[in-house]
């Protein structure tokens, strides 16, 4: 079976600091990866997405991310954090076992950027 | 292009009864997947209709069920509510099989 584990359920950082947040995937074959992020009261918005190609994905805002095949691993980053960034964020992937638009997500990881 | 809209926005239900919500897609996409966000299960994924049809379903009781019409704008019932029916609904729209999913705002229902 498909799953996406996020191993912090909070990350604290400084603004102007560097962000990191964590994800980890297991799936057979090759990983459609995703990742989300939820302000309070909201939807997800679309951050970005790997389907192939290069291992650093750019997204918007900012963030980036780094598709690690050997580790099984898709972190998020963003050089410079910014206050407003504080949200949930998620980590996805899609369920291969179907051709669908079956995203399998992880529980999220709640970011606070303090002044 | 306008975003993916549902409604309504909030919800409060009793026990029992049945409640349907509505979700429309992004001009032009086809798929529309739903999924239940709570606090203690995250974000689990309900069914996904493409051209009015029910691709995949997630599991979930048959109380929850969905459809799809012909402009792409989808709905979704829950009969026989649960107080555990009470979550953020999430509905998601899609161009094709490789692209991302585009979510709307969410409709809050409270089962009391």
């Known amino acids: 079976a498909q799953s996406v584990a996020q191993p912090e359920d909070q990350v604290n950082v400084a603004e102007g600091n560097p962000l990191t947040v964590k994800c980890t995937y297991s799936v057979s074959g090759n990983p459609y990866l995703f990742w989300y992020v939820q302000y309070p009261n909201r939807g997800l918005q679309f951050l970005l997405k790997?389907?192939?190609?290069?291992?650093l994905v750019k997204g918007s805002y900012g963030f980036e991310a780094e598709f690690n095949k050997s580790q099984t691993s898709f972190h998020l980053k963003k050089p410079s954090a910014l206050v407003s960034d504080s949200a949930l964020y998620f980590c996805a992937v899609r369920d291969k076992e179907n051709q669908g638009g079956k995203l399998i997500f992880g529980q999220g990881t709640e970011l606070s950027v303090k002044p | 292009k306008a975003g993916v809209t549902q409604t309504p926005r909030y919800l409060i239900k009793t026990r029992g009864q049945q409640v349907t919500l509505s979700c429309s897609p992004i001009?032009?996409?086809?798929?529309v997947s739903w999924y239940q966000q709570t606090p203690g299960q995250g974000l689990q994924f309900l069914f996904e209709y493409f051209s009015e049809t029910q691709r995949n379903k997630g599991n979930f009781p048959g109380r929850f069920s969905g459809r799809q019409f012909s402009n792409s704008r989808s709905e979704m019932n829950v009969s026989t509510l649960e107080l555990g029916d009470s979550a953020l609904y999430l509905c998601?729209?899609?161009?094709?099989?490789?692209?991302?999913?585009?979510f709307g705002p969410g409709t809050r229902l409270t089962v009391l």
């Open positions: 001009s032009g996409h086809r798929s």
């Open positions: 790997y389907i192939t190609g290069d291992n």
């Open positions: 998601a729209s899609r161009f094709s099989t490789y692209n991302e999913q585009f």
